[in-house]
């Protein structure tokens, strides 16, 4: 049996997250601002890469950290790119995602339109890593998003929630544990597996038509558990594990949308699909 100190190590994390943030901040929260050429509100898609994407951070990411990797990886390739901040809670800088993810939905639709009606697009494609991977599916589903998403990539997402290894199960246990999570840091409630939101999210089928889901997944995600709670059902729905692609790749939930090159070559893959390659270890040199 595992010690005690070992097993409730990651749920005093998540507990001590949700406290945290209520702390007041000093310091400015990320902007958004151009970097590295994207989030170019001039830039205008080319008949190549007909539609700009747009980037959605994870839970405690911002518009800037978390792409510091694949925006400049999509921009190379002649990609209008942009990204967004979203779930903020008042006084915590830099650590977004952790508003209620219905909410954060909402913030999506908006900065949707704006990229849209700034690049004369019809409609955008969307990459999302960890809760920014599942967030826009209830965009998508229930506010209008399906007429102007082509396609939804999901690096490690939170489609149906998280365990955390199993030690969500352990939040009745402690009394006030959930209610903490729930009023503080409603983003963490609402991604624990069997949440409200989630129920409603899922509610009806995974999918909907006239948009193509990927998904991509990484064995050793010890954040989204079970990994394979990622995967998405339904039609035009490609569910990829990347050590089937490159049995090497060790990238754990942070690493994968974060720096992973065999991820990136995939999602460029998801992005143009009629100029594909296949993904293999040699992809993380390309």
């Known amino acids: 049996m595992l010690p005690w100190k070992r ?9 001590l997250t949700a406290a945290a943030v209520t702390a007041p901040a000093t310091t400015a929260q990320a902007s958004g601002a ?48 942009f990204s967004l901040d979203y779930g903020q809670l008042e006084g915590v800088p830099f650590f977004h995602g952790l508003g209620p993810v219905e909410k954060s939905a909402g913030q999506l639709k908006d900065f949707v339109d704006r990229v849209l009606a700034a690049t004369g697009a019809a409609e955008t494609d969307i990459v999302g890593h960890s809760q920014g991977g599942m967030m826009p599916r209830y965009y998508v589903k229930f506010l209008g998003g399906a007429a102007k998403v ?38 963490l409630a609402d991604q624990v597996t069997g949440s409200a939101f989630l129920a409603k999210l899922n509610t009806g089928g995974d999918t909907v038509p006239g948009v193509r889901y990927t998904v991509i997944a990484t064995r050793y995600d010890q954040v989204v ?15 990829v594990l990347l050590q089937d692609l490159c049995p090497l790749d060790l990238s754990e939930h942070v690493a994968v949308g974060l720096l992973d090159r065999v991820a990136f070559h995939e999602v460029a893959n998801a992005l143009d699909p009629g100029r594909a390659r296949p993904t293999t270890c040699a992809s993380a040199f390309e």
């Open 7 to 15: 097993v409730l190590r990651p749920l005093a994390a998540l507990l």
């Open 225 to 239: 558990t079970p990994w394979r709670s990622q995967y998405l059902s339904g039609p035009d729905v490609r569910n």
């Open 150 to 187: 082509n396609a939804l990539v999901g690096i490690a997402p939170s489609n149906h929630g998280t365990t955390l290894s199993g030690f969500t199960h352990l939040l009745p246990y402690f009394p006030g544990a959930a209610d903490l999570l729930a009023k503080n840091t409603p983003a």
């Open 34 to 81: 151009p970097n590295s050429g994207w989030n170019d509100y001039s830039c205008k898609p080319s008949a190549t890469h007909p539609r700009p994407v747009v980037l959605v951070h994870g839970t405690l990411g911002n518009s800037v950290d978390n792409w510091l990797g694949l925006a400049p990886y999509l921009k190379v390739r002649g990609y209008c790119v």
